[in-house]
């Protein structure tokens, strides 16, 4: 029988490294899973792997209506997908000098407010979201496209209890994570394949 497959996205950490590393080129989303399971596909044992959803992790400021309307109304629709998100919450919060200690409220240049935007919950549903699919049996091979060291608990774990746990991580990025994943695949060799036409 096929092993089924599920791909857990880190939109943010996908997203910024592919801006780094492709420029102005796209990506195409919906050929993601495809070609993510084509280089799962290369390791050994894992040939006939089958895809069962890809679910993508986004935090969204309120303010970028063009992100929140692609992922609620085209991406999260697609066959296959399934996108959470969570609003990113912004406060205003000074910008301190390490050497002098001296703290600015507002940016010298503008007079705009100087703000952090935090989001909670998405690495939490992550992890949440990858043992419960492969532990309830309805995933034998989660795939993760993150580089976030909080997840490094969660694959050693499944890894221990024989889940082949692949990584799609990008060059030079998320060591951590690739090395106790039970296989990786690299994310830069699919650029080509993946730039939107």
Known sequence: MAQRAKIFVDYWNFQLNWNDRAGEARCDWLGLPERLLGAARRLPGLEGLRFEGIHVYASVDPHNENLLNWLETFLAPQPGFRVSIARIVRRQRGVRC?????????????????????????TAALVAD??????????????VVSSDTELVPAVQRLV??????????????GHDLGRVAWAAVELDLLIPDLVRG
């Open 130 to 143: 990858m043992v419960t699919f492969t532990l309830e049996r309805r995933c034998d091979v989660p795939v």
């Open 98 to 122: 390490h050497r002098c200690g001296a703290e600015q409220a507002v940016c010298p240049e503008c007079g705009e407010p100087f703000t952090v935007g935090t989001s909670k919950g998405l």
């Open 160 to 173: 221990s209890r024989g889940v082949p746990v692949v990584h799609a991580g990008w060059r030079d990025v």
